[in-house]
């Protein structure tokens, strides 16, 4: 491509702010939004507007070029840069004078930071938040970066001297920059648009993503990286599924399930989950999932939980289903609106102390060895040694290049049960409950402290990961209040987003104007189809399929198939982009490959399930070409190329019979099955003859019965939980 750009940072670099209230008269209008990233930003002394006419506008009145900043509230770079740059006098003044300024939270537009980091990533190789963005008044990138510092360091331009010499260069070559950034949209129009296959999707690339998956894998440290080390619950999906369809007894089934348990049992006892409140950070530092990145993110903790729970089924883990159970009560506990729908995320800064403006990024949670001590006495020396604790502190070497975490811990189990019960000279059980008093012990203390800044904006789609996560870990767990969760946060959405058959994007106060996006729609389906599967409502079942049909209207492509990412019909947005790539969420068209594919068991509908295999061969040649990019799709490609079974409980919900035959189902991992009861089936009028089917399979001789089916061609029925194990075994 040809255009100038800079250097991008990798990281995303926070100190908390409370929302402000009172508009600004400075000309910065952020104070006018609802954005807890927006409003951190209202009392800047530049002048920043929201994306929108009104800045467009003014860029073309002015001739002035744009500077797009995007990022998050809990981002810790995007806090580091606003501090250096954004609060400034000076940096402003450049800003104000030379650019028209606008700040996009990238959670509630996701559309406008698709398009601008694909951009970013087109032409610096990589990208990151804060990002920093220079456009022509018609909307056109011509130079990007991500943080840039308010001096040359870490080989990158001090950021009030690049103001300057894009300001000098817009002044002197306007015509050449508009030209260039002309042709550089449409380069990456080009870029950013999957094409199909050369001929019919195969199997063939769900092996290479397994072949590409092992070759990344971290055999010491579970994970696919070195370091920094995110989770990646896509890919774990996709192993998870192809152990299974290899069979647990073939060589590649162990290795593919044995990543994913290793990888998760590397993380549940590493720094990057928060050993005493619950809840996953959103990376480490560092190879050995020690020293995180203290931010955690609403997406992670809904993933992670299926994640959990998948191995669990699959291995019959204790520690992934206990890692399921206090994720599920971290986020009732601290991310949950009164409303019922969940918060976004927790930042990684926080205050050092109640009343001083010192913070630093895990304040929250790292410990001083001296501090535990005074708090747990007598059982301090037990607890330091299976939680890592060093005087010195307890980062690995590399992983605290500034020296912020000298003398702090970060808690990691480093001991066994076994190992701690040795130490302890107690029984296994009695050592554990006498951690537990520890661990509840710190975490009082902890509550005490200043809290990090929570963005309290409920989004769509990360409600819907969420709402699955609710449904199945209360099925899988036999929680009915993971089930209530899940049900009001469900009820939420379509009394407060769900409006004149539109969705919309995020909530806060009130209902943002922004519509939703595709992947709005495909995981809110999702975790609706999960609901169903939980509680048997077909008001879950019914209200997914009207989602779907507004999905197909207004984000199909006709010409390719897949999902746009966003509807036609904004101006302000230069293309609709199609994703290809599953990162720290999922892309929409593979979630909804497998949304349809499920829609269409659930209802016998054909089309649905045609429209499945159209949605991942629009994706055919990234498939064939870098499969380990779309392991989501991989993961729902497998359940095309399998076939599936239905699984009818007849019998009264409230009976202990039936729930014995459901507690056999929900225990077992079934990637390629749909679960339904008979009683609730009834009630599914209008939604296709299998449910009418479903409805007709009565209970045995009084006693509650499963069926379990191939097409609705069923096997005899059994009532017995033993037989139904078996059948379902095979």
């Known amino acids: 491509m040809n255009t100038v750009v800079f250097l991008s940072a990798g990281h995303s670099i926070s100190h908390c702010a409370e929302p402000i209230v009172k508009p600004q008269l400075n000309g910065n209008l952020l104070a006018l939004e609802k ?47 606003a501090h250096e740059s954004f609060e400034n006098e000076a940096t402003a003044a450049r800003l ?43 909307l056109h990138p011509f130079y990007g970066g991500t943080y840039f510092p308010p001096a040359d360091r870490f080989n990158r331009p001090g950021f009030p001297a690049l103001l300057s010499r894009i300001a000098e260069a817009w002044a002197k070559d306007r015509e050449r920059i508009v030209e260039t950034a002309a042709t550089s949209l449409a380069s990456l129009s080009e870029s950013t648009r999957p094409t199909p296959g050369s001929g019919p999707l195969s199997s063939a690339p769900l092996e290479a993503g397994f072949q590409t998956l092992l070759k990344q894998y971290d055999d010491q440290a579970g994970g696919f990286s070195i370091a920094p080390k995110f989770p990646r619950p896509s890919a774990l999906f996709f192993l ?35 050993q005493l409140g619950g809840g996953f950070h959103r990376y480490s530092v560092d190879r050995l999932w020690h020293v995180p990145h203290y931010e955690k993110m609403l997406y992670d903790q809904a993933q992670l939980v299926c994640a959990y729970l998948e191995a669990a089924q699959l291995t019959g883990n204790t520690l992934c289903a206990n890692t399921v159970r206090s994720t599920l009560d971290y986020v009732a506990r601290e991310m949950t609106d009164p409303s019922g729908g969940f918060h976004s995320a927790e930042d990684a800064d926080s205050l050092f102390a109640h009343g001083k403006p010192e913070h630093g990024e895990g304040a929250f949670f790292v410990w001083t060895k001296p501090e535990i001590n005074a708090l747990l006495a007598g059982d301090a020396p037990l607890f330091n040694a299976v939680y890592g604790v060093l005087e010195e502190g307890n980062s690995p070497r590399g992983s605290d290049p500034h020296g912020e975490l000298k003398g702090k811990n970060t808690l990691i189990r480093k001991l066994s049960a076994t190992e701690a019960a040795q130490l302890s000279g107690l029984d296994e059980t009695a050592t554990e409950t006498l951690l537990n008093q520890c661990r509840a012990k710190l975490l009082s203390h902890r509550a005490e402290r200043p809290h990090p800044h929570r963005d309290d904006k409920i989004l769509t789609a990360w409600n819907g990961l969420m709402i699955s996560a609710f449904a199945r870990g209360g099925s899988f767990l036999g929680e009915e209040r993971y089930l209530k969760t899940a049900r009001h946060a469900a009820l939420f959405l379509k009394s407060s987003l769900w409006k004149e058959g539109r969705l919309r994007r995020a909530y806060r106060i009130e209902a943002g104007s922004v519509p939703g996006f595709a992947e709005d729609y495909a995981c809110l389906i999702q975790g609706l189809l999960d609901l169903y599967e939980a509680d048997f409502d077909p008001a879950w079942l019914q209200w997914a399929l009207e989602l779907q049909t507004t999905q197909d209207r207004l984000f199909w492509d006709k010409e390719h198939g897949g999902y746009f990412s966003s509807a036609e019909g904004d101006p302000s947005l230069l293309l609709r982009i199609k994703e290809d790539h599953d990162g720290a969420e999922p892309a929409a068209s593979s979630v909804s490959v497998r949304n349809l594919k499920r829609l269409s068991e659930f209802t016998g509908r054909e089309e649905l399930a045609a429209r499945a295999q159209q949605t991942a061969a629009a994706f055919g040649n990234v498939l064939e070409r870098a499969p380990a990019a779309l392991p989501q799709m991989l993961h729902s490609l497998g359940g095309l190329q399998s076939p599936w079974t239905q699984i009818v409980i007849a019998g009264d919900l409230q009976s202990p019979d039936t729930q014995a035959l459901l507690s056999i189902v929900r225990r077992k991992y079934l990637p390629h099955a749909i679960l339904l009861h008979a009683g609730s089936a009834g009630a599914a009028v209008g939604l296709g003859e299998r449910l009418v089917l479903a409805a007709q399979m009565p209970a045995l001789n009084g006693k509650a019965s499963a069926y379990v089916c191939k097409n609705f061609t069923c096997q005899a029925p059994v009532s017995d939980p033993e037989a139904l194990a078996k059948l379902l075994e095979k």
Not at 101 to 116: G, M, T
């Open 35 to 81: 954005s807890p990233y927006l409003l951190q930003h209202a009392k800047n002394p530049v002048k920043w507007m929201p994306w929108g006419v009104a800045a467009f506008e003014k860029a073309k009145k002015e001739n002035k070029p744009i500077f797009l900043s995007i990022g998050y509230s809990t981002c810790h770079w995007c806090h580091v840069m």
């Open 96 to 138: 104000n004078q030379n650019f028209v300024c606008i700040k996009v939270d990238r959670e509630e537009r996701p559309d406008v930071d698709r398009l601008y980091m694909s951009f970013v990533q087109a032409t610096t190789g990589s990208g990151g938040w804060p990002m920093s963005v220079w456009l022509t008044p018609d």
């Open 240 to 274: 998870l599924q192809y152990a299974h369809s290899a069979g647990a007894d073939s060589g590649d089934g162990k290795v593919a399930a044995g990543m994913v348990l290793h990888t998760l049992q590397r993380m549940a006892l590493g720094g990057v989950h928060d």
